[in-house]
């Protein structure tokens, strides 16, 4: 009878969540079947699509996308945003390879560009944290101040990398197991954010200050250490990404800072379902955000369409992921999760 009853209470678990999936789905939910429902249309569709090397192509373009986007879903998770992040992938990068042309030995450029990446998403926090300035306008001059600086040392706009340092191309260029190593660091650095996130205590405090930072305080969550730690972790990933991107090209290019990328970041972390309002989202809602961006953008070369139509798309995407967050989490329910 016991059997039957917890057999009964599973069953009726199992279809009460089913209801509230047909009802109101996640967004990250809706946003996986649009990705699946894609892959099959394209798939028929296009020639060529559903072979694995574009497949495997399709990951690896979004990879750099992707572990910047987990910096960016950490960060707007905490109710914060970083528009410096591209900057300081260029930077922390472009310094060291300058350096190394001049003679730096690899080990020591490497120090150099995490110190570089981690100083300046730590000194990034600090003026949030103990100044008390927003996090957009800090971050946007941050952005400009480090461009100016990284190219006053290093006055070109591409640096390239030394062709006898493997071990800054083999994280953008290698195979292990015969999966592209761009691949591998992403799904690592997610399931290691992932970890950090759910399982940590310092993960559920990033949740707690993004749901409701006067709330989080009174618990006595340390706010202001808490803000410098995240965006020296959203400096570190900036850091990683820029170590993929150098494998890729061979070369860092500062001409980045100056392009629409950090604006693609902030759309593939809305579009999974981290509300731009904070404490809500997860590391799935990156991965399918830029599942969804990486299908269309693939499809869109397959189809050679000329890249003015594919930022307007990219902005009608962004527009729709807004409306959609607004609609599956109005204002009212927001204010009154929020205490405003």
Same mark, same amino acid.
Request: with cysteine; aromatic share 8%.
């Given at each position: ?21 047909? @009802? ?42 992707? %572990? ?20 300081? &992938? ?9 350096? &190394? ?32 300035? +927003?996090?957009? $306008? ?7 101040? %480090? ?33 592209? &190593? +761009? ?12 970890? $950090? ?6 993960? @559920? $405090?990033? /949740? ?13 969550? +340390?706010?202001? +250490?808490?803000?410098?730690?995240? /965006? ?67 499809? $869109? ?14 902005? &009608? ?24």
């Amino acid at each position: 009878m016991a059997l039957d009853a917890s057999a009964g209470g599973e069953s009726k678990s199992v279809g009460s969540m089913l209801v509230q999936l047909l @009802r109101k789905p996640s967004q990250e939910q809706i946003v996986l079947l649009l990705v699946l429902a894609l892959l099959v249309i394209f798939s028929i569709s296009l020639p060529g699509f559903s072979t694995l090397t574009n497949l495997l192509n399709l990951v690896r373009s979004i990879s750099i996308l992707g %572990i910047l986007g987990l910096g960016m879903g950490l960060i707007v998770i905490s109710r914060g945003i970083d528009l410096s992040m591209v900057s300081i &992938m260029a930077a922390a990068w472009s310094i060291p390879l300058n350096q &190394m042309e001049a003679g730096l030995p690899i080990g020591w450029a490497i120090l150099l560009s995490v110190f570089i990446a981690v100083l300046i998403g730590a000194i990034n926090g600090i003026v949030i944290a103990f100044v008390e300035a +927003p996090p957009l $306008f800090v971050t946007l001059a941050a952005s400009f101040v %480090i461009y100016g600086v990284a190219f006053w040392i290093a006055p070109a706009w591409v640096v390239y990398a030394p062709k006898n340092a493997p071990v800054l191309l083999y994280p953008g260029q290698g195979l292990l197991f015969g999966i592209p &190593m +761009p691949i591998i660091v992403f799904l690592v650095a997610a399931t290691v954010m992932h970890l $950090f996130l759910s399982r940590t205590s310092v993960g @559920r $405090f990033v /949740y707690g200050q993004g749901d409701n930072p006067e709330a989080a305080r009174l618990a006595g969550i +340390p706010l202001r +250490p808490l803000i410098v730690l995240e /965006y020296a972790i959203v400096a570190l990933l900036a850091w990683l990404a820029g170590l993929v991107w150098i494998g890729t090209t061979g070369s860092m290019q500062m001409s980045i800072t100056q392009g629409t990328m950090v604006f693609d970041v902030i759309l593939v972390v809305v579009l999974g379902g981290i509300s731009l309002i904070g404490g809500r989202g997860s590391v799935l809602s990156v991965v399918v955000g830029c599942m969804l961006i990486g299908t269309l953008l693939n499809a $869109f070369t397959i189809m050679d369409v000329n890249s003015e139509v594919q930022n307007i798309i990219r902005g &009608m995407v962004l527009l729709a992921a807004i409306l959609l967050d607004n609609w599956l989490h109005p204002r009212d329910e927001e204010t009154a999760r929020q205490g405003d």
